[in-house]
């Protein structure tokens, strides 16, 4: 299939060229001048990064990355307020791309009052000049995408600052190594009848199930539902493995694909225990009894990092051309913008 025909009819913002060129985002990042010599991790005993959408999936996305490098507590909160075990020794993470998210403009007046240790990263906004005005750590993240096109500038942005206040080693090598991935993958998945154009051209009419693993790649699984609902236009659904063996499962035995079309895209690894790898089996045997298809997404790179944004990569891609094959604008988001214009009548 041409893909510039298909670029040239449904994508009027080229989002095509903002993918492609992915690498330039983790370009910045490792160009980025970032003092963070305020921070003492010492006194630092848990860490909350907080944010909503494209800003919180970094977060995520992070926390499977560095699983077996971070030393302390982590979690990613989407929401007006923070947890409340918040406290002088607590590290917040202010993420909000446009710098005037609403719930995180919220958290970060919370945590002013809670907090010693808060870095915000943003391009501007509100959040940068309550930062500014209160001498708060900024880091600016590249400008000029829609939060959730932003992504890689928001994740590497993370791995920079915490392996230069110490929390993990720092990713210099990984950081080279995912620029040139990023170009392979960026010419290689824009060219005709690629590898995600393909597993998009199978998912056309149908609901994606997406199924991750629990602590390895379920951030990955999560911004593929995302990616699906904003891209894509289409509900997409999210559950991951061993949970999804305790409740889930069940759901399957009356599953008619004449009555609901839908299909289960996994995400695979090699590194996966042995008995998740035996729930996958046995999970795949009883969905395909029901005449559902299983899609695999999986990467063949040597190592868990490479492999988890390889796949993440991938998924955006899909979503991207499974957007222009239901003939949507990848760019179109607007139920959003509808719901922003309603709650700011209530202000």
């Known amino acids: 299939m041409n893909v510039s025909e298909l670029v040239k009819e449904y994508d009027p913002e080229n989002q095509f060229s903002v993918l492609k060129n992915s690498f330039e985002q983790i370009e910045f990042v490792k160009n980025n001048i970032i003092d963070l010599s305020s921070v003492n991790i010492s006194k630092i005993s848990n860490v909350v990064i907080t944010g909503l959408g494209g800003s919180a999936i970094g977060g995520d996305l992070f926390k499977n990355f560095a699983s077996n490098d971070f030393p302390l507590p982590i979690i990613v909160n989407r929401n007006y307020s923070l947890p409340k075990f918040i406290n002088e020794s607590t590290l917040v993470i202010i ?22 240790y808060i870095i915000c990263l943003t391009t501007g906004g509100k959040i940068e000049q309550f930062a500014t005005e209160k001498k708060l750590n900024v880091v600016k993240l590249k400008k000029g995408y829609q939060p959730r096109f932003a992504l890689f500038s928001n994740v590497f942005t993370l791995i920079k600052v915490f392996g230069i206040i110490g929390l993990i080693p720092k990713q210099d090598e990984f950081i080279d190594s995912a620029i040139k991935l990023f170009k392979q993958r960026g010419e290689s998945l824009s060219a005709d009848d690629n590898s995600a154009l393909k597993k998009a051209e199978k998912l056309l009419g149908f609901i994606p199930f997406i199924y991750a693993v629990e602590g390895f790649n379920e951030a990955a699984g999560l911004r593929l539902k995302g990616e699906f609902n904003e891209n894509s236009k289409l509900l997409a659904y999210y559950n991951v ?3 999804l063996n305790h409740n889930e499962i069940v759901g399957w035995e009356t599953f008619n694909p004449s009555q609901f079309n839908a299909k289960v895209i996994l995400l695979n690894d090699v590194d996966y225990q042995d008995r998740i790898k035996k729930r996958i089996d046995v999970t795949s045997e009883l969905i395909r009894k029901t005449g559902a298809e299983i899609i695999t997404i999986s990467s063949n790179l040597n190592t868990f990092k490479e492999r988890l944004f390889d796949i993440v990569y991938f998924g955006d891609w899909v979503s991207y051309y499974l957007a222009l094959l239901r003939k949507k604008d990848p760019s179109e988001i607007d139920n959003i913008y509808y719901l922003k214009d309603q709650l700011s009548k209530y202000l």
């Open 95 to 116: 993420s909000s791309y446009s710098g005037n998210t609403e719930e995180t403009i919220a958290a970060l007046e919370e945590a002013y009052k809670k907090c010693t």
């Open 241 to 243: 493995f061993p949970e």
